[in-house]
């Protein structure tokens, strides 16, 4: 069955967002904010912002687990848009040559509070003519195949016609083992060859 459909992921494929861009300025030590981001305002508790819980819900329940640390969370979400640093030009590039000749879509695990942020701010975006499922809306997250079958099945897609673009690991395994087409984007990926590779011509 031939690829017609692509479906992008957003933050480490098109958005270059890391914490890391705010609070190595906002701690005195790189050992210091190690610990706070590996140990305190971790990955899986930002995932649940992700997910649909509300930033103040996650900031206060992060706030009475580790009162200590009461002002860097709180810093957090504060200083959001510092660790969105910008886009990712090659990557960008290569959408903005596939707008007009193949269905684009977005699946993203971002938080519906922030992500209205990014489509105001990065004209990129239009292109998806709001064709995008992010996750804070649907209370779903990848890699859980729910949050797939809701894109397949809002926009009438089959997963053997597309192909899935994502940086990390587990979502492409569960992209696969739903019949997709996969790209694993890493630092290196030439996306734009990737998507030749599978006969799309741009």
């Known amino acids: 069955m031939k690829l017609k459909n692509i479906i992008f992921d957003f933050g480490g494929v098109l958005m270059d967002w890391d914490p890391r861009y705010y609070f190595k300025n906002h701690f005195e030590t790189q050992s210091e904010m190690d610990f706070f981001l590996n140990n305190?305002?971790?990955?899986?508790w930002n995932m649940e912002q992700d997910r649909g819980r509300s930033l103040e819900r996650g900031t206060e329940k992060l706030v009475r687990e580790h009162p200590l640390f009461e002002k860097?969370?709180?810093a957090y979400y504060d200083n959001?848009?510092?660790m969105l640093r910008g886009d990712i030009p090659?990557?960008?590039a290569v959408l903005r040559q596939l707008d007009g000749k193949y269905p684009l879509y977005g699946?993203?695990?971002?938080?519906s509070e922030t992500f209205p942020y990014a489509l105001e701010n990065y004209d990129f975006f239009k292109i998806f003519d709001g064709k995008i499922v992010v996750s804070g809306d649907e209370k779903l997250i990848k890699p859980d195949p729910k949050?797939?079958?809701v894109l397949l099945k809002r926009y009438n897609l089959k997963a053997e016609e597309s192909v899935f673009i994502d940086d990390n690991i587990q979502n492409i395994e569960t992209a696969k083992d739903l019949g997709f087409a996969?790209?694993?984007v890493k630092q290196e990926t030439d996306l734009g060859q990737e998507l030749r590779n599978l006969g799309f011509e741009f």
């Open 40 to 44: 305190i305002a971790t990955n899986t």
């Open 72 to 74: 860097d969370i709180r």
């Open 107 to 111: 699946l993203t695990n971002w938080s």
């Open 80 to 82: 959001w848009t510092t």
């Open 147 to 149: 949050i797939y079958q």
């Open 90 to 92: 090659q990557n960008v």
């Open 182 to 184: 996969t790209i694993h």
